[in-house]
């Protein structure tokens, strides 16, 4: 069992940066990929970003991609996303998962090989 507890959320301007944190216990995080994913009130899950086990590869969504970066420090059994120029689309609630990296043919991030989810934290971009 891995347990996830992500931090760092809250209420921000457009235009504005957040850094969520994912602070992981129990089974070693080093060993698993990490991604984050949200899910905005009404709307289906989607992915954001993954990174492998060592941190050399990353993937993004295109809806993210030169706004967000995924990093981790295994040592602190920590992952992180750091959020800049929100918009008030990224609105959502963040939630940290680590397991197997799976990507799609279409290239998306896919939760099905994500194995331990955290409960979430809530991301508010206003305009």
């Known amino acids: 069992q891995v347990q996830l507890v992500e931090s760092g959320g809250g209420l921000v301007q457009a235009g504005g940066s957040l850094r969520l944190s994912c602070a992981a216990s129990?089974?070693?995080?080093?060993?698993?990929?990490m991604g984050w994913f949200r899910q905005a009130p009404g709307k289906e899950r989607e992915s954001v970003a993954a990174?492998?086990?060592?941190?050399?590869?990353?993937y993004y969504a295109d809806s993210v991609k030169g706004r967000f970066t995924i990093s981790r420090d295994n040592a602190k059994n920590t992952g992180y996303l750091q959020m800049n120029s929100l918009k008030p689309e990224d609105t959502a609630v963040y939630y940290c998962?680590?397991?197997?990296?799976?990507?799609?043919?279409?290239?998306?991030?896919?939760?099905?090989?994500?194995?331990?989810w955290g409960k979430g934290t809530l991301v508010t971009v206003s305009s």
């Open positions: 998962a680590v397991g197997t990296l799976i990507i799609t043919s279409t290239g998306l991030i896919s939760p099905r090989g994500m194995n331990y």
């Open positions: 129990g089974r070693t995080f080093s060993n698993y990929a």
């Open positions: 990174i492998i086990w060592s941190g050399r590869s990353t």
